[in-house]
């Protein structure tokens, strides 16, 4: 008969095709010990040892690397240090000259399908540009208009920089 293992209050021991991951502890000799080294591994019946996992550990979301180029240029990238950048509901409002604040009004208006899509955004001059994470929405193509607070701005670019889920 196999011995029953309690993994502690707030611990689940891991099962045969679960993945290690960091914060996973394994037993050795009645004491939990780190399994960082462990990362990565599938557990199976090679893996003698219990392994546990903290059903309260915070999971890091995924983040993703922007590049230069993957901004719009507007003509504007040698001066961007001068206008700056803000995170607003999720997206990255990469700011002009004119600060147009109305790009919150679009930000809001936009569905939550679409906006969840939305990576970074720049108005300009009448112009709005638009990257996305993996598609470009349908009515947010290239050369479309969008209206903002009964002002028509041109889609300039909208681009999809397939970022990985």
């Known amino acids: ?56 550990r915070k999971i890091r979301p995924k983040t993703n690397t922007f590049f230069n180029q993957d901004f719009p240029s507007r003509g504007l990238k040698d001066f961007q240090h001068d206008f700056g950048f803000s995170l607003y509901r999720g997206v990255v409002v990469q700011w002009s000259e004119d600060h147009d604040k109305r790009v919150f009004t679009l930000l809001d208006e936009m569905s939550s399908i679409n906006l969840s899509e939305l990576v970074i955004v720049q108005s300009y001059k009448g112009c709005v540009d638009f990257r996305w994470k993996s598609f470009v929405p349908i009515g947010y193509e290239e050369g479309k208009q969008v209206t903002v607070e009964r002002d028509v701005w041109s889609i300039s670019t909208s681009v999809s920089l397939s970022l990985p889920s």
């Open 1 to 56: 008969m196999k011995q029953q293992i309690d993994p502690g209050t707030g611990w689940m021991l891991l099962k045969s095709g679960d993945t290690i991951e960091e914060g996973d502890e394994h037993l050795i000799r009645g004491v939990w010990t780190n399994s960082d080294w462990l990362e990565g591994v599938l557990v199976d019946e090679k893996i003698k040892t219990p392994i546990r996992r903290n059903m309260h």
